[in-house]
């Protein structure tokens, strides 16, 4: 990253793994749970939250001589709820199919907690360009889990991968499915999303015992 | 009468916010570690919720909805301003926070001190937000209703927090593996209960199913008197065309 001196870097690298919003932070938990039953609505949500926090981080940064303390979670609001109302339209627009399988999750955008928790603990108090390069770290870092829960649960739960069969056909019993293999109903239902979130908490902190937490 | 109980349970139970479509995690996990503060922040999310859902279906029925300004005028009557709903909706929740802060600081202290930053944050609580996005999208029809559905959900939320604040405060008198101390083993608790809550489904689809089965019986029984003279026809029909054939048969003999 010759582009990006060592302290900005951090800014990116940090949210991936020792900082990251969803597992360190519990940040921005809820559309990561509902919306990972498959593959790409993960990764739509994962650009749309990208675009969002990136985007928000930098109005509010440039903002921030100018907002009042005591308005500010309102002056936030309002950035947010603009930003998501061009995600939420650009979507109905080119992708309206996925729209209706992410239904309120694309309005949840806004209550996301990973934008809030961003700009009161990193925009309100850095340059552009810094919040910037946060905003794109921390929704890298939340894309990330998001791709490995739906990348689990599509696979296991319906033998696909963006909607292409992986295993075989399930009906015909081909490839894997002539073995005996059965898709795994479980990992479709949103609670499997909490169990293999939280598995994935116990490999990080696992490989990583600093980030043990006290019970 | 009986759709404002059916909802009642139904958001309580079925489609609990916590459990069926995960809304309100972050404070839920963040704010459980005590049962006390737990139901401190239960009680204000139950009183939003009861608050901004009743009055965002005022917003969406008079102002946002297609068609919901002709009460102006004819000429109003292809407006459709649905796409200014997150706005609108996360005004009327920012204000209504801003006054049950103000409410809370002033005649409880303590519970303030408690609740401290996640009092503000109920304003981003995805909960409060997601039941007024759910009353537009799941179009629920009349005032009353969209009350009931506030608060049904708001004590749905209160009940999930309280259930794993207690959960949380015994398990630390057990012996969890280490990384999963803390918030990994909350997951998978509150991944469990999601599976023990789905069982909940039941309580209505069950009933109603096995109205349907009943149903279906009478009209089954009902038919077998007709049909009992249907076949004697079908029979000597069949057997006149056996008849037939045997003859064509014979005399191709």
Not at chain 2, 151 to 168: M, P
């Amino acid at each position: 990253m010759g582009l990006l001196s060592k302290k900005d870097a951090n800014l990116i690298k940090d949210p991936l793994a020792d900082n990251n919003p969803i597992t360190i932070q519990v940040l921005g938990i809820c559309s990561a749970l509902a919306i990972t039953a498959e593959l790409k609505a993960s990764v739509v949500m994962a650009i749309a939250v990208m675009f969002v926090l990136g985007l928000g981080n930098v109005v509010i940064s440039a903002m921030r001589n100018i907002i009042p303390s005591k308005i500010r979670i309102i002056v936030q609001l309002i950035v947010v709820a603009t930003l998501v109302i061009v995600v939420d339209q650009v979507l109905k627009a080119f992708a309206y199919p996925l729209s209706k399988t992410l239904s309120v999750f694309v309005g949840l955008i806004i209550t996301n907690c990973i934008i809030m928790g961003r700009f009161e603990a990193f925009a309100l108090g850095n340059g552009l360009w810094r919040s910037f390069l946060d905003g794109i770290g921390n929704s890298l870092g939340y894309g990330i889990i998001l791709v490995i829960v739906g990348f689990f649960r599509e696979l296991l739960g319906s033998g696909t991968l963006f909607g292409y069969p992986v295993f075989g056909d399930p009906i015909e019993k081909t490839g894997l499915y002539s073995f005996g293999y059965e898709n795994n109903g479980f990992m479709i239902i949103p609670p499997a999303a909490l169990i293999v979130v939280g598995i994935i908490i116990w490999v990080q902190r696992s490989r990583n015992p600093a980030l043990i937490e006290e019970n | 009468m009986l759709e404002h109980i059916e909802l009642f349970f139904r958001s309580i139970f079925i489609d609990n916010m916590v459990f069926a479509v995960f809304l309100g995690m972050c404070s839920y996990l963040a704010v459980s570690k005590k049962v006390a503060t737990a139901v401190g922040l239960g009680a204000a999310v139950i009183f939003v919720l009861a608050v901004t859902v009743p009055l965002n279906w005022l917003l969406d029925r008079y102002l946002l909805q297609e068609g919901a300004l002709s009460w102006l005028g004819p000429e109003y009557a292809d407006y459709n301003l649905s796409f200014l709903s997150f706005i609108l909706f996360i005004a009327t929740i920012a204000t209504m926070v801003q006054l049950v802060e103000i409410v809370v600081e002033k005649f409880s202290p303590s519970l303030y001190n408690s609740l401290g930053i996640f009092l503000p944050l109920i304003a981003v609580n995805c909960a409060i937000l997601g039941g007024s996005l759910f009353m537009q999208s799941r179009q629920i029809e009349t005032f009353g209703l969209a009350f009931n559905y506030g608060l049904s959900s708001g004590i749905g939320w209160f009940l999930a927090i309280l259930a794993i604040a207690a959960i949380r405060e015994k398990i630390r008198y057990s012996n969890v593996p280490a990384p999963l101390r803390g918030l990994g083993i909350t997951f998978i608790i509150t991944g469990l209960m999601g599976i023990g809550f789905q069982s909940f489904g039941g309580m209505l689809t069950g009933g109603d199913e096995a109205a349907e089965d009943a149903q279906e019986t009478v009209q089954i029984e009902a038919p077998k008197e007709e049909k009992i003279e249907t076949p004697t026809k079908e029979v000597t029909e069949n057997n006149s065309e056996i008849d037939e054939k045997e003859i064509s048969y014979n005399d191709v003999k």
